[in-house]
């Protein structure tokens, strides 16, 4: 499995513009999450997803901020309209139940993560 | 409101064993305690996770006392590459809520050559 696929790797972006970041799930697992990652702030979730229906949001930090996934495999975090502070780096992560899929644990897989600029 | 409680940061010099401790006063009786680690520009890893006394595997182990309100991540022998951030997470095996996948900003390790 090439593991949990992010895009693009690098954007950016000037303040006001609309912001789409993309993930793909490892294939079978019932679970995404959304983190986002800053110096002062450490790694925070944002918003996860279970059989593709979003179950907790209180992460995303503004109505700007919204998530979508429309099939098991494909995941969209939109950022609309973008500011400076918004400047981070995103990632996607996903998981299976523990006992299916033959997992052991409920261990999160990352994806290469999005650096995120906003002039 | 935060469940754990790490050092920010840690040194150490090659060679030597590396425990990190972390705090967790108000662990619940489901919840587990998993550790991640996070090489710069990579997402997080699993590291190990345990439920109580010693978890060990190739990379790590993981001793957690009888009361629970306590676990320590020991690296045996750090080389250059463990230079990274661990993270203490503590809760439920199967995700229930946010609650359980708090990362805060974990404890950065610093090997020294």
Redesign the interface.
């Known amino acids: 499995d090439a593991g949990?696929i992010q895009s693009p790797r690098h954007e950016v972006t000037e303040m006001g513009q609309e912001v789409t970041l993309r993930c793909k799930p490892i294939s079978g697992h019932d679970?995404l999450?959304w983190?986002r990652q800053t110096m002062m702030?450490?790694?925070?979730?944002l918003i996860?997803f279970?059989n593709n229906v979003p179950i907790?949001d209180?992460?995303m930090p503004e109505d700007r901020f919204s998530a979508k996934m429309p099939n098991a495999s494909f995941s969209t975090l939109k950022i609309q309209p973008s500011e400076p502070r918004d400047s981070a780096v995103y990632?996607c992560?996903s998981?299976s139940?523990?006992g299916l899929a033959g997992a052991s644990?409920?261990?999160?897989?990352?994806?290469?993560?999005t650096r995120l600029t906003v002039l | 409101l935060a469940k754990t409680t790490q050092p920010i940061s840690m040194d150490s010099y090659e060679g030597q064993e590396v425990n990190i401790t972390c705090s967790h006063n108000n662990i619940a009786t489901n919840d587990y305690i998993t550790w991640y680690q996070q090489f710069p520009s990579q997402g997080p890893r699993f590291i190990i996770q345990g439920y109580k006394t010693k978890v060990t595997n190739e990379v790590a182990s993981l001793f957690i006392p009888a009361d629970r309100k306590s676990s320590t991540l020991s690296l045996p022998r750090v080389s250059l590459s463990d230079t990274a951030v661990y993270y203490c997470l503590v809760g439920d095996r199967v995700q229930t809520g946010a609650n359980n996948l708090f990362f805060g900003t974990g404890t950065r390790l610093t090997v020294i050559p």
């Open positions: 949990v679970y999450f983190y702030r450490g790694l925070e979730l996860y279970n907790d209180s992460g990632f992560a998981s139940v523990p644990y409920n261990e999160q897989f990352f994806g290469p993560g």
